[in-house]
C-alpha cells in the first residue's frame, strides 16, 4: 500500500526534479529556485530555499554523502552547494554555454557529470572543481544520465533516442537506439544480480521515454568485453509519455512517472504493476525513492510534491479505484484484474484468475457457468461474491463515458481539444493552453523539451473538423 503522507506546495512553477539524500529532500522548478525539506518533519531548512539560477532549473542530485547539492538550469551552469550551511561552493559553466538538462554525481564522489541541450557531456573534478574530461553524444539533446554502482562506467540518455555509454575516462563505449521518439530519464539499480549461469554480476538499468514506455535492460560491464546489453522487457503501463523512472534502494521496485498524470509502483523481477497513484493534476516530471526509508517522492507540473509512505510488507496492492477512471476495464492487464481482486476483498483468486490469463476482457465475460467448469470455483458463495463484484464493475464500465481518442487530447493538458493548433514543433495543442506555455517565457517545445524555431501557432482546422465529427458520433 501506498499512502500520502504529505504534500509540499512551496514552488510557484512546475516542479522539474526531486532527489533524497539520507536525511533530506531537495527539489527544483521553473521558478529558478532549489528547495531543501528535512526528513524528520518535512520542514523546509533554514537556509533554504537556494536561489543563484537565472533560469529554470532542471535537475539537482546530493553527493553520496549527502553533504553536497548539484543543481543545473537553463543558465548554462551546473551549481553545487554546501547541504550543511546552504553555501555555494561552484559555479560549473558548461564550455558550449548550452542549457544544463541533467546533472549526476559519481558513486564515490570523485566526479560530476552535465549533460546539456548540445549533446556536450562533461565530466568535472569534484576535488578540484575543473573540468576534468568532456564529450559529445551523436545527436540530439542530452536529458538523462545514470552511474553505475561501482562508479566505473556511466549512461547518457538523449532526445534522439539513443543510450550511449561511457567509461570514467569519457571513451564512449556502447551506443544503444532505446526508445523511437527519444529517451527522457533512465537509472541504473544500486544492487547487481548473477546471471546464475557464469557468475557474471549485472546492473539492471531502467530507461523511459516518448514512446509511452518503460524498458528494462541488464548490462554486463567487463574489461575484456567492454559493455554488454541485454534487453530483459517493456512495462507498458503508461498511456502518454513517460519523463522519469527511478529504482528502490533495494532493486526491487521501479517507479515512473507521466504525462498521463499516473505515478506507477512496479515489482522489478517480474513486471507486475504494485501500484498506480493518481492524486497529480498535471504532468509527473519526476520521482524518486528515499535511499534508507519507506519513502517515494513524486513531482509534477502541478507545482507540488507528493511524499508516500509504503507499506513493503503488502504484497498485493489494490489500484483499480484509482485507475479505474484512466483506463477502461476492457482494456485492463491481467496485473490490474489482479489488483481489483485485493481491492474487492477476493485477494485469494489472484493465483487462479493469473494461472487462466484472466484480462479485462475475460473478466467482463466470466458467468456462473465459466466460474464453476473453467475456474473450478465449487463454493456456491464464493461464487455468488465474484458474480456480484463482476455485475458491479460491468454497471459501472456502462456509466463511463467511452475514451477519447489520444490524438483529440491535448498533449499539455490531456483533455479534448477544441480550439487544436499546430506549434513549430508540428505536434498540436489546445490553443490557449499553448499560448499559456509560451507566456511564461518558455521556448521550448512541451512534447521534445528541444527550443522552438518559431512561436507561430496555425489553426489545425483538419483536427478541429475530426473532433466535430466524433463528438457528433457520440450525440447519436
Same mark, same amino acid.
Given at each position: 500500500?501506498?499512502?500520502?503522507?504529505?504534500?509540499?506546495?512551496?514552488?510557484?512553477? =512546475?516542479?522539474?526534479?526531486?532527489?533524497?539524500?539520507?536525511?533530506?529532500?531537495?527539489?527544483?522548478?521553473?521558478?529558478?529556485?532549489?528547495?531543501?525539506?528535512?526528513?524528520?518533519? #518535512?520542514?523546509?531548512?533554514?537556509?533554504?530555499?537556494?536561489?543563484?539560477?537565472?533560469?529554470?532549473?532542471?535537475?539537482?542530485?546530493?553527493?553520496?554523502?549527502?553533504?553536497?547539492?548539484? /543543481?543545473? !538550469?537553463?543558465?548554462?551552469?551546473?551549481?553545487?552547494?554546501?547541504?550543511?550551511?546552504?553555501?555555494?561552493?561552484?559555479?560549473?559553466?558548461?564550455?558550449?554555454?548550452?542549457?544544463?538538462?541533467?546533472?549526476?554525481? *559519481?558513486?564515490?564522489?570523485?566526479?560530476?557529470?552535465?549533460?546539456?541541450?548540445?549533446?556536450?557531456?562533461?565530466?568535472?573534478?569534484? @576535488?578540484?572543481?575543473?573540468?576534468?574530461?568532456?564529450?559529445?553524444?551523436?545527436?540530439?539533446?542530452?536529458?538523462?544520465?545514470?552511474?553505475?554502482?561501482?562508479?566505473?562506467? #556511466?549512461?547518457?540518455?538523449?532526445? %534522439?533516442?539513443?543510450?550511449?555509454?561511457?567509461?570514467?575516462?569519457?571513451?564512449?563505449?556502447?551506443?544503444?537506439?532505446?526508445?523511437?521518439?527519444?529517451?527522457? %530519464?533512465?537509472?541504473?539499480?544500486? @544492487?547487481?544480480?548473477?546471471?546464475?549461469?557464469?557468475?557474471?554480476?549485472?546492473?539492471?538499468?531502467? /530507461?523511459?521515454?516518448?514512446?509511452?514506455?518503460?524498458?528494462?535492460?541488464?548490462?554486463? #560491464?567487463?574489461?575484456?568485453?567492454?559493455?554488454?546489453?541485454?534487453?530483459?522487457?517493456?512495462?507498458?503501463?503508461? *498511456?502518454?509519455?513517460?519523463?522519469?523512472?527511478?529504482?528502490?534502494?533495494?532493486?526491487?521496485?521501479?517507479?515512473?512517472?507521466?504525462?498521463?498524470?499516473?505515478?506507477?509502483?512496479?515489482?522489478?523481477?517480474?513486471?507486475?504493476?504494485?501500484?498506480?497513484?493518481?492524486?497529480?493534476?498535471?504532468?509527473?516530471?519526476?520521482?524518486?525513492?528515499?535511499?534508507? *526509508?519507506?519513502?517515494?517522492?513524486?513531482?509534477?507540473? =502541478?507545482?507540488?510534491?507528493?511524499?508516500? @509512505?509504503?507499506?513493503?510488507?503488502?504484497?498485493?496492492?489494490?489500484?483499480?479505484?484509482?485507475?479505474? !477512471?484512466?483506463?477502461?476495464?476492457?482494456?485492463?492487464?491481467?496485473?490490474?484484474? /489482479?489488483?481489483?481482486? %485485493?481491492?474487492?476483498?477476493?485477494?485469494?483468486?489472484?493465483?487462479?484468475?493469473?494461472?487462466?490469463?484472466?484480462?479485462?476482457?475475460?473478466?467482463?465475460?466470466?458467468?456462473?457457468?465459466?466460474?464453476?467448469?473453467?475456474?473450478?470455483? $465449487?463454493?456456491?458463495?464464493?461464487?455468488?461474491?465474484?458474480?456480484?463484484?463482476? $455485475?458491479?464493475?460491468?454497471?459501472?464500465? +456502462?456509466?463511463?463515458?467511452?475514451?477519447?481518442?489520444?490524438?483529440?487530447?491535448?498533449?499539455?493538458?490531456?483533455?479534448?481539444?477544441?480550439?487544436?493548433?499546430?506549434?513549430?514543433?508540428?505536434? *498540436?495543442?489546445?490553443?490557449?493552453?499553448?499560448?499559456?506555455?509560451?507566456?511564461?517565457?518558455?521556448?521550448?517545445?512541451?512534447?521534445?523539451?528541444?527550443?522552438?524555431?518559431?512561436?507561430?501557432?496555425?489553426?489545425?482546422?483538419?483536427?478541429?473538423?475530426? +473532433?466535430?465529427?466524433?463528438?457528433?458520433?457520440?450525440?447519436?
Amino acid at each position: 500500500m501506498a499512502t500520502l503522507i504529505h504534500t509540499l506546495a512551496d514552488h510557484s512553477d =512546475d516542479v522539474n526534479y526531486c532527489a533524497f539524500s539520507s536525511s533530506c529532500l531537495a527539489t527544483c522548478s521553473l521558478d529558478k529556485t532549489i528547495r531543501v525539506y528535512s526528513l524528520n518533519n #518535512f520542514t523546509e531548512l533554514p537556509y533554504s530555499p537556494l536561489k543563484g539560477h537565472t533560469y529554470a532549473v532542471h535537475c539537482c542530485c546530493f553527493s553520496p554523502s549527502g553533504h553536497v547539492l548539484a /543543481s543545473c !538550469s537553463t543558465d548554462g551552469t551546473t551549481m553545487v552547494w554546501d547541504t550543511r550551511n546552504g553555501r555555494m561552493l561552484a559555479v560549473l559553466e558548461q564550455p558550449s554555454g548550452s542549457p544544463v538538462r541533467v546533472c549526476r554525481f *559519481s558513486p564515490e564522489s570523485t566526479y560530476l557529470v552535465s549533460g546539456a541541450a548540445d549533446g556536450s557531456v562533461v565530466l568535472w573534478n569534484m @576535488q578540484s572543481l575543473k573540468l576534468y574530461r568532456s564529450g559529445n553524444v551523436k545527436d540530439g539533446s542530452l536529458v538523462a544520465c545514470a552511474f553505475s554502482p561501482n562508479g566505473n562506467f #556511466f549512461v547518457t540518455g538523449s532526445s %534522439c533516442g539513443d543510450l550511449t555509454f561511457w567509461d570514467d575516462k569519457m571513451r564512449c563505449l556502447y551506443n544503444e537506439k532505446a526508445h523511437d521518439l527519444g529517451v527522457t %530519464c533512465c537509472d541504473i539499480s544500486s @544492487q547487481p544480480i548473477s546471471d546464475g549461469e557464469h557468475g557474471f554480476r549485472y546492473f539492471q538499468m531502467a /530507461s523511459c521515454g516518448q514512446d509511452n514506455q518503460i524498458k528494462l535492460w541488464l548490462i554486463l #560491464f567487463a574489461d575484456f568485453l567492454g559493455v554488454e546489453l541485454k534487453y530483459k522487457c517493456t512495462l507498458n503501463g503508461h *498511456s502518454a509519455p513517460v519523463l522519469a523512472c527511478a529504482f528502490s534502494y533495494d532493486g526491487q521496485m521501479l517507479v515512473s512517472g507521466s504525462v498521463d498524470k499516473c505515478v506507477i509502483i512496479y515489482e522489478t523481477s517480474t513486471g507486475n504493476t504494485l501500484h498506480t497513484l493518481s492524486q497529480h493534476t498535471r504532468y509527473v516530471t519526476t520521482c524518486a525513492f528515499a535511499p534508507y *526509508s519507506p519513502l517515494l517522492a513524486t513531482g509534477s507540473m =502541478d507545482k507540488t510534491v507528493n511524499i508516500w @509512505q509504503l507499506d513493503l510488507k503488502q504484497p498485493c496492492a489494490g489500484n483499480t479505484v484509482e485507475n479505474e !477512471s484512466k483506463v477502461t476495464v476492457e482494456d485492463w492487464s491481467e496485473d490490474d484484474v /489482479s489488483a481489483w481482486l %485485493c481491492a474487492q476483498d477476493l485477494a485469494d483468486f489472484v493465483g487462479l484468475f493469473k494461472m487462466n490469463n484472466i484480462d479485462g476482457k475475460e473478466l467482463l465475460n466470466l458467468t456462473k457457468e465459466s466460474l464453476t467448469n473453467e475456474l473450478k470455483i $465449487e463454493s456456491l458463495g464464493l461464487r455468488s461474491k465474484v458474480l456480484q463484484k463482476i $455485475e458491479e464493475l460491468r454497471m459501472t464500465t +456502462i456509466s463511463v463515458s467511452v475514451t477519447i481518442p489520444d490524438e483529440f487530447l491535448c498533449p499539455i493538458t490531456r483533455e479534448l481539444m477544441k480550439d487544436p493548433v499546430i506549434a513549430a514543433d508540428g505536434y *498540436s495543442y489546445e490553443k490557449e493552453a499553448m499560448e499559456n506555455w509560451i507566456s511564461t517565457r518558455r521556448r521550448s517545445s512541451p512534447m521534445t523539451n528541444l527550443p522552438l524555431p518559431s512561436l507561430m501557432l496555425t489553426p489545425n482546422r483538419t483536427l478541429k473538423m475530426a +473532433i466535430s465529427r466524433w463528438l457528433e458520433t457520440q450525440q447519436k
